[in-house]
């Protein structure tokens, strides 16, 4: 696991840890495990449903889990939105796999992606705020955020009922954004 929290390398996640369990950049045959997996905590109130239209057009976007039964347990996503920010999205654990570090592990390739592509600062919009802040997150205000960020605001069914909260790390404080 401390070979993925490395920074400063190019090389896209691609390891096994003790768990048996390996990350990678998601292929068209994970289309549907995500969709799954999404569905399922979204119907539970804690994410965005993402359709299989979405999944299809941002696949490049996603990184995803799979144990040694060849299931996957975990996703995530790296989003680029402007030359200076991306959102981490997508991001989900199997229940069953729930407070293992995965969710912590597929949040930090997102970031090491970042890192690697030279983008200054990533966000997300979530309810498990702790979840962000423990990986050195902080809460921020909507102003805050260049208007990138809202730019799919207009189609979500919560649009006029908003829970999520904003969290963002800078990783580059000399080109991250600055209102
Ligand atoms: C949020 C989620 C991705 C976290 O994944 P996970 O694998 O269970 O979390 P990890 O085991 O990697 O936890 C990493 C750290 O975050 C903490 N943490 C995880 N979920 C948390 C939560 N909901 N609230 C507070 N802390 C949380 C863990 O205690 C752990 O802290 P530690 O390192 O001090 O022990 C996972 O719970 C999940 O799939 N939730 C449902 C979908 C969701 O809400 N996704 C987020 C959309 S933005």
Redesign the pocket.
């Known amino acids: 696991m401390s070979t993925l929290i490395e920074v400063g390398t190019t090389r896209l996640p691609d390891v096994r840890w003790d768990a048996n369990v390996e990350l990678r950049k998601a292929r068209m045959k994970d289309v549907e495990p995500i969709y799954t997996l999404i569905k399922y ?1 979204a119907e539970r109130g ?2 965005l449903v993402r359709s299989h239209n979405h999944l299809y057009e941002n696949l490049r976007d996603f990184f995803v889990l799979e144990d040694e039964d060849g299931h996957i347990v ?1 996703s995530g996503a790296l989003h680029i939105l402007w030359h200076d920010i991306a959102e981490v ?1 997508g ?3 199997h229940p069953e ?10 949040a930090l390739a997102a970031e090491r992606e970042a890192k690697d592509l030279g983008i200054p600062q990533i966000f ?5 705020v ?2 962000f802040t ?1 990986l050195g997150y902080h809460v921020t205000t909507r102003e805050n955020l260049p208007p990138k960020v809202y730019q799919e605001c207009s189609q979500c069914p919560f649009y006029d009922n908003c829970r999520e909260i904003g969290v963002t790390k800078v990783l580059d404080p000399d080109n991250a954004f600055r209102k």
């Open positions: 905590w804690l994410m975990g999205r991001l989900a654990v796999r729930q407070g293992q570090g995965l969710g912590r592990w597929l997300a919009w979530t309810l498990q702790r979840f423990g």
